[in-house]
């Protein structure tokens, strides 16, 4: 019985890294399922979700910014319907505000979870084919600019993304500065949308939206030769050195 004892803290001792992903694994799996099934259908609707926001009353900034928070780590959820939401709920000026707050605060919980745990956590969750991809990239001399473009660039999985930025080289604060601001024109377009439908402005509504199909198109077709040609100049510069 003793040596069962040992045995099974002696495996406890050797898997415990193993342990705790997987529990974290469990709790994000949860989250996304009540996620999901409570609320994916209401984000549709922005009158729906400022009905919930303001239920909280002098706590709504705080709920707010907290959603945005969820949709980046359980990334799977377009942070667009959050971010439209924000321009209905506040405006686009502090719709803005607000959802760069929780992109930010979540951007830096993923690229920490991310980075404690490693790529082992990493390929469980993002593609192996998307986390070589972005890799080669990401360990660029320019990976600053680079994560810059990356999250500038319309139809790019930004916040899976994220969660590939932890394994790379680049330091915590400048993945949350040049992702924060690659994200920046993107959020401004959406929070201005959300503001259009709280206004009824039909015209405005029409050409945000046909601006945005643009861009994305743009991004999905001319996205990945951007930044392969930024990485072709990079390793050119870095063999200088």
């Known amino acids: 019985m ?10 406890l001792k050797n898997n415990k890294n193993n342990i705790i ?5 469990i709790i994000f799996l949860y989250g996304a399922y009540e996620y999901y099934s409570q609320y994916f259908k209401v984000l549709k ?8 926001i303001m239920s909280y009353g002098k706590n709504s900034i705080i709920a707010f910014i907290a959603l945005q928070v969820i949709q980046v780590v359980l990334f799977f959820i377009p942070g667009e319907i959050i971010q439209i939401a924000g321009g209905y709920i506040f405006d686009s000026l502090y719709g803005s505000l607000f959802s760069l707050i929780g992109i930010t605060i979540g951007g830096s919980i993923v690229f920490s979870i991310s980075r ?21 990239i990401l360990n660029s001399p320019k990976i600053n600019y680079i994560v810059f473009i990356l999250y500038l660039i319309p139809g790019i999985p930004k916040d899976a993304l994220a969660y590939i ?18 994200r920046l024109p993107g959020i401004v377009i959406s929070t201005y949308f959300g503001q259009n439908i709280s206004s ?5 509504l029409v050409g945000v939206a046909i601006l945005t199909v643009i861009l994305v198109l743009i991004g999905i077709v001319k996205g990945k030769g951007i930044v392969n040609n930024l990485n072709k100049e990079s390793n050119k510069n870095k063999k200088k050195f």
């Open 45 to 52: 609707n922005p009158e729906e979700v400022k009905k919930i």
């Open 116 to 136: 404690f745990f490693g790529k082992t956590f990493v390929e469980k969750i993002i593609s192996k084919r998307h986390i070589k991809y972005f890799t080669k």
């Open 2 to 11: 003793k040596e069962f004892g040992k045995n099974i803290r002696t495996w």
């Open 21 to 25: 992903l997987s529990i974290i694994v």
């Open 165 to 182: 930025c932890g394994i790379s080289n680049i330091k915590f604060m400048d993945f949350l500065i040049y992702s924060s601001l690659g």
């Open 200 to 204: 009824k402005n039909i015209p405005v």
